[in-house]
């Protein structure tokens, strides 16, 4: 029995019925669901974007269009990131396939009730079909994810020093001891010391052989700290550039923005990120830039208008390619389901026996011209 077999059989029979009614009838349910989800998202965002369509009225479009170079670049950024991750791991895909699936994933984030877990499944679902492995993908998704928390606090500590606060120093010696700590363990290799301490054993037996195959294949690819370093400095890249965008997002209004005002606002809404996992308060990251701008010095008109066209660009505009992406994805699916060749239909009565003594064997035919052909 082959390691796949045995993992299937060790999931529960429930999850399996479910699992193989998604497979067989799961494009023609998100045929019907996407529409409905992109509806109720509108009709639950049309507030906001109302607010978008008045500020960018307001806006000058060269600036807009440089902020949504910068969003492009970031989103080439974050295909590198996954690109040097699956490069490590053994899976030579191109920016443009890696982009799609980011973009995909994205929007289907925004629109789903349960972002976390469709964002996954939309990703390796999309890996998957490039001939990555289950496992490897979970451990790409993994790696970037550990990538980006570390981006996250260097471009913190980065802003809190931009901003010339007292807590710059503080912050600086939490990202040295973490840099330290980072060297120190160099030679720590994934999965080595994981794997031996049993904690697996805890979990339910369907999970723990899929966790524990998970950590071997982690382990078989020796990575090291030192695999991140082209992983974090994308990630570094694509947090600079939200920045940018939300200095362009101020210029686009013609509001004159310092590099301290954008430090400043930009630590506001990082660390209201921060916060949002424990109060569940929606707009609490748009909220809190709009506040950083306007005790900055920036108008309050001007300041709501700065945080809308940042949030248009930062996360409207993914959120639009993504789908597009996913609307062409379906139509070109649908295409090859309806393109199938429908199956002959079978014989009213089976053939006779001499008839089909008589009937032409094909393959010893082809064996014979070959034979005569040579």
């Known amino acids: 029995m082959t390691p796949a077999a045995s993992v299937r059989r060790t999931i529960p029979a429930a999850i399996r019925r479910i699992l193989c009614f998604v497979r067989a009838y799961g494009l023609y349910l998100w045929f019907a669901l996407l529409p409905v989800l992109v509806t109720v998202i509108v009709l639950r965002r049309r507030d906001e974007l109302n607010q978008i369509a008045a500020a960018m009225r307001q806006a000058n479009p060269g600036w807009l269009l440089a902020g949504a170079l910068v969003e492009l670049a970031i989103l080439l950024a974050i295909a590198l990131t996954y690109r040097g991750i699956l490069r490590r791991l053994g899976h030579r895909l191109s920016c443009q396939t890696l982009l799609a699936a980011h973009l995909q994933r994205t929007a289907i984030g925004a629109i789903s009730p349960v972002s976390g877990p469709a964002t996954v499944y939309v990703f390796l679902r999309h890996l998957g079909r490039r001939g990555v492995a289950t496992d490897d993908g979970l451990l790409t998704v993994a790696l970037r994810s550990i990538a980006g928390q570390v981006a996250f606090v260097v471009v913190l500590v980065g802003a809190i020093a931009a901003t010339g606060s007292v807590y710059a ?151 639009l390619l993504g789908l597009i992406l996913q609307v062409g994805w379906m139509v070109s699916k649908g295409s090859e389901t309806v393109a199938l060749p429908t199956p002959l239909p079978r014989a009213p009565h089976p053939l006779p026996a001499p008839a089909a003594a008589a009937a032409p064997q094909p393959a010893a035919y082809v064996r014979r011209e070959h034979h005569e052909e040579r």
């Not at 040295?176 to 697996?200: H, M, P, Q, Y």
């Not at 994308?234 to 004159?256: D, E, K, N, Q």
């Not at 306007?294 to 008109?301: E, K, M, S, T």
């Open 169 to 319: 120093l503080p912050g600086l010696a939490v990202l040295a001891t973490i840099a330290l700590g980072a060297v120190a363990v160099s030679r720590w290799r994934l999965g080595s010391a994981i794997v031996g301490a049993g904690w697996t054993a805890r979990l339910p037996h369907w999970a723990q052989a899929r966790t524990e195959k998970f950590l071997l294949r982690a382990r078989r690819h020796r990575l090291t700290p030192r695999d991140l370093v082209l992983p974090l400095a994308c990630a570094v890249s694509a947090r600079l550039g939200t920045s940018a965008i939300l200095f362009a997002s101020l210029h686009a209004l013609s509001v004159p923005a310092s590099i301290d005002v954008v430090a400043t606002a930009f630590c506001a809404s990082m660390l209201a990120h921060i916060a949002t996992p424990v109060f569940q308060i929606a707009g609490v990251v748009e909220t809190a830039t709009a506040v950083a701008l306007a005790h900055a010095g920036v108008p309050a008109d001007a300041a709501v208008g700065a945080m809308l066209l940042w949030r248009l660009l930062e996360h409207w505009l993914p959120v």
